[in-house]
């Protein structure tokens, strides 16, 4: 694995030495949570369907996207909070902050924004004079659009406000193969483009690409303060997006995603959540 392109965005501007301190004891005692013994977990659960997605949101609540479609949310104890069962499943899925569900669905080219419920209190769709094949969308932190068109391989921006592009940028991409793209987020002022082929491909506020982490077969990635990481087997990798450090720490057992959160260590593979208290 190998990191390209050692610069940083100039509007951002370095994380207070303190704030690191805090985020590197904390990812330690959750780590070391996911690795101890069985006295540390709290539940294991197992729903009815392969899980093809997870998320949490900052409250740390847990949140998955099944293979038939299903929407469910639990809470940090694994109690089920709510249920959706309507088709189709969305493209791509953000629960945020909890209250404002981020989801984009790719054949009716329309992203909702959901109550906790999982009902749609907002839909837009999404103008062809913005995006001839919008592949994948996601939620900015200013409440903007970003959106990924593979008609013309560029990484675009809808300001909301004005209805208007104010980021079109074309980006050099090694693969052609539009089915290679699975996940756009942003974080922090960046955009995060998802390529299996290739790996997780970092843009800076106005479009620019500006690194790539290396790191083929990828299916997800989240954030921990000022760090990026993913599972790989039994091992979770960490990437800081401002040094470029990078550091790793194995688990007890293998998985399909791992999610970390202030009270909690969600470690899921096919069908099953297990969850492990962090402290």
């Known amino acids: 694995m190998k990191f390209t392109v050692r610069q940083y965005s100039r509007h951002h501007s370095p994380i207070p030495v303190y704030i690191k301190v805090y985020v590197l004891l904390l990812t330690g005692i959750l780590l070391y949570a996911s ?30 996207v099944t293979t038939s479609g299903q929407l469910q949310k639990f809470d940090t104890d694994g109690k089920l909070l709510a249920l959706h069962k309507d088709k189709p499943a969305p493209t791509l899925f953000d629960p945020r902050d909890g209250s404002r569900l981020f989801a984009f669905f790719r054949e009716s080219r329309q992203y909702n924004f959901l109550n906790p419920s999982f009902e749609a209190v907002q839909a837009f769709s999404i103008d062809s004079s913005f995006a001839t094949e919008p592949w994948l969308a996601c939620v900015s932190g200013d409440y903007n659009i970003w959106l990924f068109d593979v008609a013309d ?10 209805g208007a592009l104010s980021v079109e940028e074309v980006i050099e991409t090694k693969s052609k193969q539009k089915s290679n793209y699975t996940f756009l987020r942003e974080y922090q002022g960046f955009v995060f483009l998802l390529d299996v082929s290739e790996g997780i491909l970092i843009f800076n506020g106005v479009g620019k690409h500006i690194r790539t982490i290396a790191v083929k077969n990828l299916s997800y990635f989240n954030f921990l303060g000022e760090e990026l990481y993913y599972l790989q087997g039994d091992t979770l990798r960490f990437f800081d997006l401002f040094t470029t ?14 999610l970390i959160t202030d009270e909690r260590f969600f470690l899921i593979r096919k069908n099953i959540i297990e969850i492990y208290r962090a402290q």
């Open 35 to 64: 690795a101890s013994a069985q006295t540390r977990k709290i539940k294991t659960l197992e729903v009815s369907d392969t899980i093809r997605y997870a998320a949490v949101d900052r409250p740390g609540e847990l949140y998955i």
């Open 153 to 162: 391989w560029t990484l675009k921006k809808i300001n909301t406000t004005t």
């Open 245 to 258: 450090e990078t550091r790793e720490q194995k688990l007890a057992t293998q998985g399909n995603f791992a």
